[in-house]
């Protein structure tokens, strides 16, 4: 949207000159309300992709269907013109998203058991391979089961990697590790793996041609190569029988599986640490990763972080930093950096705030607690919301702020929850310290 350019709707016939409304609608619609349906249909989408997994695991809710029909019908033409209205709708659809990622959270232990911290191989063993990304544990599930006994390992990419804390999932030998890095890289990654690649959910990229023809896409997945019917992953093992093996390769281990059921097994400790003062602050650095330079200041932010402090992360974002070394907080055993797992585990950080707040019988914007938080696309942008109508204050937000926030919203965002752009890790750093 340019500097002069108000809004941008095409949605219907009358739309202005035949190509688009973009200083007000020719229906009479604000561009503040065309900013608001923006939001929520960018919100909705976030909600329906983890709805999505949950119904794949058997489990739906009809608050949140319901909510996912209005809140598209309520953007129709001609239906609803009313700012407030649409203000609710972002807020309600946060709480909405909170509700869908708990039950999508309870669909994953209910199937796999809660996760539990593990060491995760960044390495490689020698022999054939399947390399799995994107968040469906469910497609991980069915591959591990069809390739068990066939001599072929399966390694984890992206946003698979928390999968290797589920007793469900880690059980299988041949889970054998995590290979690469955040989906921005995959076109490099991809290249250099021997194998099959199996993309369950986004972030895909568009394939280069060196990998094209042994990458696979489901589900809703598609980017003009062999699509996966079902669960059905015969065409990928014989591909992985077929293809180049991979090259043993030693590596470092990194950690995952710090959900909130584990972190809250370690609250004792981690209470009288805070109280005893070797812990002074948590931050959650994570969220959604991409391609722009500016994303290193994620890496330099927790590099900065002072030894008394505790870093949680989530999503692809952690990728940044997650094969440096944090160690564990002086004089305790709490390691310094929990990885609390997939986007959605999101979820899971709420409840470890919540449970903090409770221990130490203050809201969980009292907490020295600080978010900073990357974005990019659109499931960061209802867990954004959650965090919103969860009340959760001082938000730091980058690598930018979200282009179709207009002014006049992005004002009510920081008025009220005092939302802002990341700055410099040094002033920003400094700023949360004196919290
Ligand atoms: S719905 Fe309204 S703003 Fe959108 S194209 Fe039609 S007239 Fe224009
Ligand atoms: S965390 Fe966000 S950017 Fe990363 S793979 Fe998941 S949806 Fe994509």
Redo the contacts with the bound molecule.
């Keep these: 949207m340019s500097e002069t350019q108000a809004m941008f709707?095409?949605?219907?016939e009358?739309?202005?000159g035949g190509t688009g409304?973009t200083r007000s609608?020719?229906?009479g619609?604000s561009p503040t309300v065309?900013a608001l349906q923006d939001l929520l249909i960018f919100g909705l989408k976030g909600v329906a992709a983890y709805a999505y997994h949950a119904r794949e695991l058997g489990v739906h809710d009809d608050e949140v269907d319901a909510f996912l029909a209005e809140g598209l019908f309520a953007t129709l033409?001609n239906v609803d013109f009313d700012v407030d209205r649409f203000i609710g709708y972002n807020l309600e659809c946060g709480r909405i998203n909170l509700k869908t990622m708990k039950m999508l959270n309870e669909a994953h232990v209910a199937r796999f058991g809660a996760a539990m911290p593990t060491a995760v191989e960044t390495g490689a063993k020698a022999g054939p391979a399947i390399l799995i990304s994107g968040h469906d544990l469910l497609a991980l599930e069915n591959l591990l089961k069809q390739t068990e006994g066939q001599g072929i390992n399966v390694y984890t990419h992206g946003e698979m990697l928390p999968a290797h804390g589920y007793p469900g999932l880690k059980k299988y030998p041949h889970l054998a590790g995590n290979y690469g890095g955040a989906w921005q890289v995959q076109q490099r990654e991809f290249a250099e793996f021997p194998g099959p690649i199996v993309m369950t959910t986004n972030c895909v990229m568009a394939p280069k041609g060196d990998y094209k023809d042994r990458l696979f896409t489901m589900g809703p997945v598609g980017v003009g190569v062999q699509q996966i019917k079902g669960f059905d992953f015969s065409a990928v093992i014989a591909a992985a029988k077929a293809l180049p093996p991979l090259a043993a390769k030693a590596e470092k281990k990194i950690t995952t599986g710090f959900q909130h059921q584990a972190v809250l097994g370690l609250a004792g400790p981690i209470i009288d640490a805070v109280k005893s003062g070797k812990i002074r602050h948590f931050f959650l650095i994570g969220g959604c990763d991409g391609a722009k330079p500016g994303r290193n200041y994620y890496t330099d932010f927790a590099q900065a972080v002072p030894q008394d402090c505790v870093i949680l992360t989530l999503a692809c974002g952690k990728y940044r930093f997650n094969k440096l070394e944090f160690g564990t907080v002086p004089g305790t055993a709490i390691p310094r950096l929990l990885d609390i797992g997939q986007c959605n585990d999101a979820y899971s950080a709420v409840e470890i705030a919540v449970a903090l707040a409770g221990a130490f019988k203050c809201g969980v914007n009292e907490l020295p607690l600080s978010f900073i938080i990357t974005w990019y696309e659109q499931k960061a942008v209802a867990i954004l919301l959650t965090l919103l109508h969860l009340g959760i204050k001082n938000i730091r937000l980058g690598p930018s702020l979200p282009a179709f926030a207009r002014p006049e919203i992005l004002k009510v965002l920081q008025d009220n929850f005092n939302l802002m752009p990341i700055t410099t890790v040094e002033a920003d750093l400094a700023a949360c310290l004196k919290k």
């Design positions: 709707c095409y949605q219907c009358q739309t202005a409304c609608g020719v229906c619609k065309a033409t």
